[in-house]
């Protein structure tokens, strides 16, 4: 497609449940990458795929979050058991190849735990 | 390690005055520098870059001048419209696949 499209675009789910976000980079992108926007918090790095590996998963803040990529293509984040501290706009970028800039942002998804 | 710190928000101004946004580094070697806005409800875009020391990153009116002496990159703009109301992020790159971002400013433009 033209951007990157993240789905879905807001997300309210109670705590304990799993969540799966959903990125599709911008085609022909081979680097695509996690951020997680909290308020007051700026981005905070989560994950960063070249291809269908994560060669850096350090950034992602516990056990319960988990990120694939199949395909070369899209990229799912999921978080299992959510907290209500897992509240956030999470946001997905892709670039042309590995450390390549800029970055392509999607619009995000709000996701919200009660 | 790489951190970018910018002026904490937010900000307010009225319709046709000068902006100022600071922004400062720190970086092993000489990072790329970006400006990066974000409307309400939308990701991130790219503002603006510069690459080297002494280039200027210009884009819809704003401009930042990257400043090695001073490790510094701050925006700026002449006069601001309402359209501008957003956050900014001040984002470094040292040459790895993450980009370092600073916590942000929220600009309010007031008519």
């Given at each position: ?32 990458y ?6 007051g918090?700026?981005l ?44 956030a ?26 | ?11 307010t101004?009225?319709?046709?005055a ?47 001048t ?32 993450q ?13």
């Amino acid at each position: 497609g033209a951007g990157v499209s993240q789905s879905p675009s807001n997300k309210v789910t109670e705590k304990g449940k799993d969540v799966e976000l959903r990125c599709d980079p911008i085609s022909g992108h081979t680097a695509l990458y996690w951020y997680r926007q909290s308020l007051g918090q700026g981005l905070e790095f989560l994950i960063y795929f070249q291809g269908n590996s994560a060669p850096d998963k350090s950034g992602l803040p516990s056990d319960r979050f988990s990120a694939e990529r199949t395909g070369g293509s899209v990229s799912t984040l999921t978080i299992q058991r959510t907290q209500q501290e897992d509240s956030a706009v999470y946001l997905c970028a892709s670039s042309q190849n590995q450390g390549g800039q800029p970055q392509h942002f999607g619009d995000g998804t709000r996701l919200s735990i009660l | 390690g790489n951190s970018v710190t910018q002026m904490e928000g937010p900000v307010t101004l009225s319709e046709e005055a000068f902006l100022t946004i600071n922004c400062t580094y720190t970086a092993t070697g000489y990072p790329s520098l970006f400006w990066y806005v974000q409307y309400p409800g939308e990701g991130l875009q790219l503002l603006l870059k510069a690459t080297k020391a002494d280039d200027k990153g210009s884009n819809k009116g704003f401009e930042a001048t990257y400043r090695k002496e001073t490790t510094s990159f701050h925006l700026e703009k002449g006069s601001v419209q309402v359209s501008d109301s957003a956050v900014y992020f001040c984002a470094s790159w040292a040459g790895s696949y993450q980009l370092t971002f600073g916590k942000g400013t929220k600009l309010s433009v007031i008519p």
